[in-house]
């Protein structure tokens, strides 16, 4: 008995108490809020394509362990971007493990920052003044997901080339 309640302890997330939600946020190294009807910038990459920045901060899931990828709890992380009826990232799946916040900001206790969601375009003129549809969505092992969306407004960065 005591090893089968231990498994089921193990088995369950870490804070069942938790709710379970996620926000959608963006910034590189810091977190950045993002509201519907927001600007958000289209990013040509050191390789020459486009993408934009995604963030996360979840709670009520198994975060798995940010310094182990290859860590079997870690959860599944997916970033899409929606422009009419196409997924233009079709690609912008992390799965790893999530850091816990770095500030006080209840109710979330985890959060992701920085992850490119590669966009599928040839030009950042094809998405500037556009509205999109910026979407993530967390899985942990025990199948719990959490997902967050906003309706943004692109433009390109003025530093790209």
Not at 2 to 9: A, I, R, T, V, Y
Not at 51 to 74: A, Q, T
Not at 106 to 111: H, K, V, W
Request: with cysteine.
């Amino acid at each position: 008995m005591p090893l089968l309640l231990m498994w089921l302890l193990a088995c369950s997330p870490e804070d069942e108490s938790a709710p379970l939600q996620a926000v959608l946020g963006t910034g590189d190294w810091q977190w950045k809020s993002l509201q519907e009807g927001d600007d958000i910038a289209v990013i040509m990459g050191p390789q020459g394509g486009y993408h934009l920045l995604g963030s996360l901060r979840v709670s009520g899931v198994e975060p798995g362990d940010p310094k182990d990828l290859s860590h079997p709890d870690n959860p599944t992380t997916r970033f899409s971007v929606w422009f009419e009826d196409r997924n233009l990232t079709e690609n912008a799946v992390f799965v790893q493990g999530l850091d816990p916040v770095s500030e006080d900001m209840p109710p979330y206790a985890f959060e992701m920052l920085g992850r490119f969601a590669i966009l599928d375009i040839l030009d950042d003129d094809e998405l500037d003044g556009v509205e999109l549809q910026f979407e993530v969505e967390v899985q942990d092992v025990h199948g719990n997901v959490a997902s967050d969306s906003y309706l943004l407004q692109a433009y390109s960065h003025p530093n790209n080339g």
